[in-house]
């Protein structure tokens, strides 16, 4: 892990630089760690879907149960519980693939061999969401035609006079602001989370291994020490992060579905 180190092999504090990588698998530059990791994310989130709906049986084993557990904590507590029972169904593999696919990336900020959070680079976040974006887009206009766009900007009851204001207003916030926000948050925690632990863990390890001092000593281990309860912070971060993104795309298809928007 290079992080820490400066050009000419001095240490030097956790900065952005950090988050950059430059391809180095053969191919161009895109192809970098953040990209091998959304693909590899990709096909673990396929492959374990996969197993997990083979050989299903009546009275699940402890794995089918686990999945089982996994997979209605979406469908129930999120689909059908914003969406509601007649809208949820078409939705849920979405949702579901959605949350896992982002709970992966998230957890591999904190695996001892990739220790790097896809999101926190916003390129990633912005291409989850243009994808919902896109979904709750489609989906209001599926439901109630063009109309969709004139209930998006425009509520029902508004009197005339009012329409230069409310209509910017609606438009910022239902197709700009929405967005804009989705992919901030996730990218922002994911981003500050892993700098968080690149300070404690960097800094410690420099102060116990080569600051001078007893105190510098005591203080690098204190650090080193503590890197573990951010690592515990970090873990509830990444799921609850991936459970807010999740929550909130439900939430945007629920209001491109409801007759008043």
Do not use: C
């Amino acid at each position: 892990m290079e992080t820490g180190h400066g050009e000419e092999g001095g240490w030097h504090t956790p900065s952005l630089e950090d988050f950059e990588f430059v391809g180095g698998f053969g191919g161009p530059d895109w192809v970098n760690k953040p990209f091998i990791q959304a693909v590899l994310a990709a096909v673990i989130v396929i492959v374990l879907w996969l197993l997990a709906s083979r050989r299903l049986k009546v009275v699940p084993g402890k794995l089918q149960f686990l999945n089982e557990y996994f997979y209605n904590f979406i469908r129930n507590g999120v689909a059908l519980e914003v969406l509601g029972q007649h809208d949820f169904r078409r939705y849920v593999p979405y949702l579901v693939g959605l949350f896992s696919f982002i709970w992966v990336n998230n957890l591999m900020g904190l695996f001892p061999l990739l220790m790097f959070p896809t999101f926190s680079n916003i390129g990633y976040a912005w291409g989850l969401v243009f994808l919902t974006y896109v979904i709750y887009n489609v989906a209001g206009v599926a439901r109630h035609g063009m109309k969709y766009f004139k209930n998006s900007l425009l509520p029902a009851g508004v009197p005339w006079p009012l329409w230069f204001v409310i209509i910017p207003i609606e438009f910022l916030s239902n197709f700009v602001i929405r967005p804009l926000t989705l992919g901030l948050r996730l990218f922002g925690n994911l981003l500050a989370g892993h700098l968080v632990v690149l300070v404690f863990v960097t800094g410690g390890a420099y102060l116990l291994f080569q600051a001078d001092g007893a105190v510098n000593k005591v203080a690098g281990g204190a650090s080193l020490i503590f890197s573990f309860a951010i690592f515990a912070l970090e873990l509830l971060v990444s799921s609850l992060q991936a459970y807010i993104f999740t929550v909130l795309t439900a939430q945007y298809v629920a209001s491109s579905l409801a007759e008043d928007h």
